[in-house]
């Protein structure tokens, strides 16, 4: 008499046990999905910044292929090929995903960079046009300040750069970039002030230190500055100085300079002895 019992108890229990190896894998598979999420994620995050760049373009290529709902997907392809030197496929990456119900203020900031890194310049325009003025941001004032240097509107351009300047803790690139702005509209003392405090953010940065010297040379200054230089820079910035005081018509000056320059450089400086020469040979003639 105790065996129905008996086996109805084991049933029960065999089916009690199944609900929870249900549960149980059920709860294990969400879990195994959310670490690849994490994981995924993590990857996209190393990807983006470590990874070598055509990797990286492989990798989003590869996943946005398998995922093309994805739009966070789409913002690593599009990211990597603006890394990757290739801002045209890029853009085109970014006009998909600014097309999208996800799009944000920060998606319309990058797409408008790779348009610009594209050569398009009024296409940015437009895409920065239709990004509300209460956002702001380091990238959105950098990219602004180029689109109204592009417009020779310098007053717009002027304010920008100083917003962006106070949006970042680097502004180095961005008072170089300024520096050159000025540099380019004839305002030269301007744009020595500006390289110099570029070099006061970043000493080692050798762009801001040619346009300093071209910001000088365009000034007839033609002593070096007192700022942080190696050996070899030094004879670069000699050269750089020679040719601008050549440009300007002080030829006499310029041969002193590129002479200092051949001797200055530690290697063989083909470029100013060739300058050199060239400029001997026109004396002669």
Request: aromatic share 8%.
């Amino acid at each position: 008499m105790r065996h129905p019992m008996f086996a109805a108890l084991c049933l029960g229990s065999a089916v009690a046990l199944s609900a929870c190896q249900n549960n149980t894998d059920a709860e294990v598979n969400r879990a195994i999905k959310s670490v690849n999420v994490i994981d995924e994620s993590n990857l996209n995050d190393v990807m983006l910044t470590v990874g070598a760049p055509d990797e990286a373009v492989a990798y989003f290529r590869k996943t946005a292929a398998e995922n093309p709902d994805r739009v966070d997907v789409k913002r690593g392809l599009a990211m990597s090929l603006v890394r990757a030197q290739k801002p045209q496929e890029g853009a085109t990456v970014w006009a998909e995903v600014v097309a999208s119900k996800e799009v944000t203020n920060d998606d319309r900031v990058a797409y408008a960079d790779a348009l610009i890194r594209s050569n398009e310049w009024k296409r940015a325009e437009a895409e920065l046009n239709q990004i509300p003025p209460t956002f702001e941001s380091f990238e959105r004032y950098k990219l602004e300040a180029m689109v109204a240097d592009a417009n020779k509107n310098w007053k717009k351009a002027d304010s920008f750069y100083e917003i962006a300047t106070g949006l970042t803790t680097t502004p180095a690139g961005v008072y170089n970039n300024w520096g050159y702005s000025k540099l380019t509209r004839g305002e030269y003392t301007g744009a020595e002030k500006l390289f110099q405090d570029a070099l006061s953010c970043d000493p080692q940065l050798f762009t801001a230190k040619n346009n300093l010297v071209l910001a000088r040379g365009a000034q007839r200054k033609y002593d070096l500055p007192v700022i942080k230089m190696t050996q070899k820079e030094r004879a670069e910035l000699l050269y750089t100085m020679a040719l601008t005081a050549v440009k300007q018509g002080d030829v006499r000056i310029g041969k002193g300079l590129l002479q200092e320059a051949i001797d200055t450089h530690p290697q063989y400086f083909e470029a100013a002895e060739r300058s050199l020469s060239a400029l001997d040979a026109n004396v002669t003639n």
